[in-house]
């Protein structure tokens, strides 16, 4: 999909009227598909550890640029990025160390019973 089709001014008036509680046409739908469903998308060859892949920045945004060519967008979905180190960065930040699987973290107890 070329990204240059999406009428971005469009969506993002949709966006701000919800915001401003004047959307009374339907809700805000982010529709995001795959341009051929079941056909793998080729990756770049993963770091070397599950840490890696979550601290290596330029291997996370090769992943998603060519995610991004093989996804279509509809109504007011729009390409995103979430750059983070999962559901409980919050913890890490108050001090908690972060375990990582290739899909997710988790933070170590820190206060202990």
Avoid at 11 to 35: D, G, M, Q, S
Avoid at 48 to 68: A, G, N, Y
Wanted: proline content about 12%.
């Amino acid at each position: 999909m070329d990204l240059r089709d999406l009428d971005l001014p469009a969506i993002r008036a949709r966006y701000e009227a919800v915001f401003r509680l004047e959307n009374r046409e339907r809700p805000v739908i982010h529709l995001a598909y795959p341009l051929a469903p079941g056909k793998a998308v080729p990756m770049p060859p993963p770091p070397p550890s599950v840490r890696d892949r979550w601290f290596d920045f330029d291997w996370r945004l090769e992943c998603h640029e060519r995610r991004l060519v093989h996804t279509g967008f509809g109504l007011e979905g729009f390409p995103d990025f979430h750059c983070n180190l999962g559901p409980d960065f919050m913890a890490a930040c108050m001090g908690s160390d972060l375990e990582f699987s290739p899909t997710t973290s988790w933070a170590t107890r820190r206060i202990q019973d």
